[in-house]
């Protein structure tokens, strides 16, 4: 068997296009509805996904009028999806600015083990003023300032998840003895955003951490991944460029003297699919005639950081917007749209078209066929190791994907019939980190 | 059918006494295990029990050597089980110290809304230096300004889970409306601790707030239980005491405004049932011979503030303790201990069997009808409106309550056969908050 693609589900309600909750089928309260998590983790998990993610802010984000807005926290719904599954892997976005770093290892932990080894961690450092302000600050803390404090929580947390042995449990009833205390130890950390004392009360999970994920692509979000990621998701919208961050990513990740092969680069695919090309066309047009222009050109306006009146419909955007540099929000994304925009020329009409759709990740609408030839060609060709696929629209988007799309990459000997082994790790391949007591027995310094 | 007696069972891995898990029975690893919390769970739904809860500290506390201290963080582990069950109440416990409240409601309404309206909040200040060390602190806060921050996160978190009224789902597809904007608000909170804009980013949840539950019986504790508890767990070693108790909570609770029925009194009772007397007094026996007594006095000269050489097994506790009122850490845990040593005149050997089987709760040694008189006697004479169940052991403690004492309560009339209702706020009888919105605009003064 050949080198094997990994799929990742990224649920979002009725689906990635803005306006698939006003189709006939889409249910509008799915946001916040245990029962159609459930159905879509079952459909992945039978298909035989690596896993399923959730993104997440938190803050309420963008006009309620315009579009489902409920988010389920993602560690207490990913935890509810773990009980009515066994294999898939379960990946909740939490971030490291608004959050306490004993609370989140130890939930993180909490979480792989009663998943038996299915947890990730989706690292996000929250760009945006409206979730500065629920936590005590006037806006957003500088970009910089995010990924270091970013930096830190993750050394905080893996000295969290690592003050218990993987051997520590004793459990000598005669004896009387429950755990080892030579191989409990605190974490002990004195750094400059955190001190944290330790240890978890969680005894080290049957991942050992987490699978760490991460999202961002500014410099300072490829550092980041290049030191802690093992998994990212990325917005591509074309092979070259495609190209180009996976080479980058893997060479920083070599430079910080990991083995390149242990940070998977998952690309995003908004898949429309038609039974022909002109059908897949159609339901992509059908999907867009249902964006509200005037909801998506304030959003729009929002990320560029422009007065909406600005933008005009017809016409294609400002020639002054801001350079990345000058932006502390969400830097990767910014670029992205821009750069988008300005490649195709696009006038606001348009780029809102693309947008919705996929908010930049790309959009492929074909016939099974010719999606399975994209997947099948950026995988060759060194610009994914997988992809985090994003249907238009939920379930039926993912129903046709796993009905039409994977029996052909499965034909080619691409991707899985059955999982192999029993953890997230094991999906992505990618190894247990060392139990930190053993590393410190080993060089003669143990604890 | 006359008054109903409330259950709730308090999950506390192999048991409630602290030697349960050296039982041959007993899985030492039942701490981390959610298999074993969801056959708790199903077994007290089953059962008819009002809900399930777990206590919890974002520390590790007191040595690992001991006994079993893994914690699954509640919110999560409830949410696991939450989507095997679909009656009992799910209660967790939380920090105020220790959590932010943007993020806390929101587990709590995803919880709410994950569980069809089964979700509670045990509202916990935490005593202890170990959790403030694991968050930024050198030691814990005063024991009042941890209740100032508790009313304080109270005030917030009802002002996000109203931010939503709960007509405000419009889903107009046609029109493209998802949410009135005019049905949701910002919290728009600036206080002394806390600046919270919101809105939340769930909308109103089937309870419209999580059950509200209180534990502390300190001055502090009883003054915010009337403020804002709906159900108090209390240990409560004597009828009279117990009788003190309510009657204060229920009168502080009328002083307040509120009606003295929407705070449930739930002492604690650890039953160790026999068939006959002496096979119960047998079995607490023992469990008694299995608790280490080194442990124990260390733990509890932890408690006292006192030199562990300071308490001698023979003797009784010395009488130079410091007064409640110097006590920063768990004010009532720690007159509670103190005043049952002096009242019964134990060595401290005696008080260490008596804490290892119930940690200052009732315990009680007897046949199953035994054990339902004396719940009746409680509850037919104002000292308790029903009883969080605290089994010696796990399961076999819960399976003994429930085939031989429930039966005779169900005979005499005082325990439901069957749920009347779906949600946490049906089974305890306690009404569903009014959406702040109607209330504002009742009185005409809309937001």
């Known amino acids: 068997m050949g080198k094997q693609l990994h799929l990742n589900l990224f649920i979002h309600d009725t689906g990635h296009h803005e306006a698939s909750w ?33 993104a997440d802010s938190p803050a309420l984000w963008g006009d309620p009028s315009r579009r489902p807005s409920g988010k389920l926290e993602p560690t207490v719904l990913l935890a509810a999806l773990a009980a009515g599954t066994t294999r898939i892997g379960l990946i909740a ?11 989140l290892a130890r939930r993180f932990a909490s979480l792989d083990h009663l998943s038996n ?60 003895v429950h755990a080892d205390p030579d191989r409990v130890r605190p974490a002990g950390h004195r750094g400059r955003f955190f001190q944290v004392e ?9 991942q050992g951490h987490p699978l ?98 600005r933008l005009r419909f017809d016409e294609q955007l400002p020639d002054d ?34 947008l919705g759709g996929g908010r930049g990740h790309r959009t492929f609408a074909g016939t099974p066929v010719q999606v399975a030839d994209t997947i099948q060609h950026w995988f060759e060709n060194s610009a994914a190791d997988g992809f985090n696929v994003m249907p238009a629209v939920l379930p039926s988007g993912l129903e046709v994907f796993v009905a039409e799309v994977l029996p052909i990459l499965r034909e080619r000997g691409l991707f899985r019939t059955e999982y192999t082994g029993t953890t997230l790790r094991d999906h992505y391949g990618l190894p247990r980190p060392a139990d930190r007591f053993a590393l410190a027995a080993a060089v003669g310094g143990a604890a």
Chains 1, 2 share one sequence.
Not at 136 to 154: I, K, N, S, V
Not at 219 to 242: H, I, N, S, Y
């Open 321 to 354: 917007l801001p350079t990345e540099d000058e932006v502390e929000g969400a830097k990767s994304r910014y670029t992205l749209i821009v750069e988008l925009a300005r490649r195709e020329r696009l006038t606001v009409r348009e780029l809102i078209g693309r």
């Open 198 to 206: 330790g240890a978890l009360n969680v005894r080290r999970s049957p």
């Open 22 to 54: 006003r189709l006939p089928e889409s249910d509008p309260a799915a946001d916040l509805d245990l029962a159609f998590h459930q159905r879509l983790t079952r459909i992945a998990e039978d298909a035989k996904f690596d896993s399923v993610f959730l």
């Open 212 to 309: 760490l994920v991460q999202a961002g692509s500014s410099e300072d979000g490829k550092e980041f991944a290049a030191r802690w990621a093992e998994a990212v998701f990325t917005a591509q919208p074309t092979l070259a460029e495609g190209q180009a961050f996976y080479a980058d990513v893997k060479r920083r990740a070599a430079a910080a003297g990991r083995d390149p092969d242990h940070v998977k680069i998952l690309p995003g695919i908004v898949p429309v699919i038609g039974a022909t090309e002109a059908e897949a066309r159609e339901l992509e047009a059908e999907l867009d005639r249902l964006i509200k222009p005037e909801y998506a050109r304030e959003q729009l306006a929002t990320v560029l950081k422009v007065d909406p009146e």
């Open 117 to 176: 080894g299915r947890a990730g961690w989706n690292i996000v450092t929250t760009a945006g003023d409206a979730a500065a302000r629920n936590f005590g600050l006037e806006g957003q803390p500088l970009h910089r300032t995010r990924y270091e404090r970013a930096a830190e929580f993750l050394e905080v947390s893996t000295k969290l998840w690592d003050s218990w042995a993987d051997e520590a449990l004793v459990a000598d009833k005669d004896a009387g």
């Open 93 to 103: 976005t939490a971030s490291t600015s608004y959050n306490e770093p004993y609370n």
